[in-house]
């Protein structure tokens, strides 16, 4: 099924997997702003990689991928998260129209941060992935590979606005044997684009691994959804100060915040503003909300 992950163990051999589906909460999350092709590419396969990683993530972490291109790269800025509901949004910003899929070429070979947020303990975990690759899956696979220990392999698909993704990877702290390791992933590189985009996952799986004992977990649902608030804005206003607020209100007569992720414009007027600077609550309405 589409806008679905679906996780799966090899109990014999100390392999865990996963397969993601995607079609309109993507088309979602692209439509926010109209992508070139390259960078739509690049950032759907970190979409694709978040969220077969998030398969393991435990209440209440969010995972982030960031990439901030070098001064002189076509890429900007990429940002792409997904909490433990498997909720995503994301992000790309370029500099110029000629653009390529090649990710060292279009970063200028930066790097990629990965953070882990726990929202309750606000504690934060990251990791930085050097781009020595051409494209993000080889980049995070050697990653696990050098810096885990944790052989990984990601199968990223996109079709127009669909994408697919196979993820597998040894269960850490448990040692997998090599021939079992390379059998298993010589099988599911045979999986074809048609396959993964018109089998459902029973089929799927039956198909690459049918000499093998495979068990299946429940399939969680996928949805594009960005957590921008009222509240979380008027965080940002306040992080403006007084004295700046009130000259922004005395040029334009309001303030106005957009959501980078979604666009969304947030307007606070002079009421709102005192109320900020009092530390008062302003709930979501339809004065705020643009």
């Not at 759907?44 to 969010?62: C, E, F, G, Y």
């Not at 799986?205 to 949805?223: C, D, P, Q």
């Not at 008027?234 to 992720?261: H, N, P, Y």
Request: glycine fraction near 2%; hydrophobic fraction near 40%; charged fraction near 20%.
């Amino acid at each position: 099924m589409p806008n679905q992950l679906q996780s799966f163990l090899f109990p014999n051999h100390a392999i865990r997997g996963c397969l993601v589906r995607l079609d309109t909460s993507l088309t979602e999350a692209l439509a926010i702003r109209a992508y070139p092709s390259a960078i739509e590419v690049v950032l759907t396969d970190a979409i694709l990689a978040l969220l077969l990683l998030s398969h393991t993530l435990k209440q209440p972490n969010t995972i982030s991928m960031q990439i901030n291109g070098t001064e002189n790269s076509s890429l900007k800025l990429l940002l792409a998260q997904c909490d433990y509901r498997h909720q995503f949004r994301c992000l790309a910003t370029w500099r110029s129209d000629e653009l390529t899929t090649d990710l060292q070429q279009l970063t200028g070979n930066a790097t990629i941060v990965f953070t882990t947020y726990n929202d309750i303990s606000q504690q934060m975990f990251q990791s930085v992935v050097a781009i020595t690759e051409n494209n993000l899956q080889h980049c995070l696979e050697h990653y696990f590979k050098q810096s885990e220990q944790i052989p990984t392999r990601f199968y990223l698909f996109k079709r127009g606005k669909q994408a697919a993704g196979l993820l597998l990877q040894a269960l850490p702290d448990e040692r997998e044997e090599m021939e079992d390791w390379q059998r298993i992933n010589y099988l599911a590189a045979t999986l074809t684009e048609q396959e993964i985009f018109t089998l459902d996952n029973d089929m799927i799986l039956h198909r690459l691994f049918h000499e093998e004992t495979v068990e299946m977990y429940g399939a969680k649902n996928i949805s594009y959804q960005c957590k921008c608030s009222v509240k979380k804005m008027q965080q940002a206003v306040k992080l403006l100060g007084r004295d700046d607020a009130d000259a922004l209100l005395e040029e334009q007569g309001i303030i106005e915040v957009t959501c980078d992720f979604c666009n969304q414009q947030y307007r606070f007027d002079k009421t709102d503003i005192a109320l900020i600077f009092a530390n008062s609550v302003i709930t979501d309405t339809p004065k705020n909300l643009q």
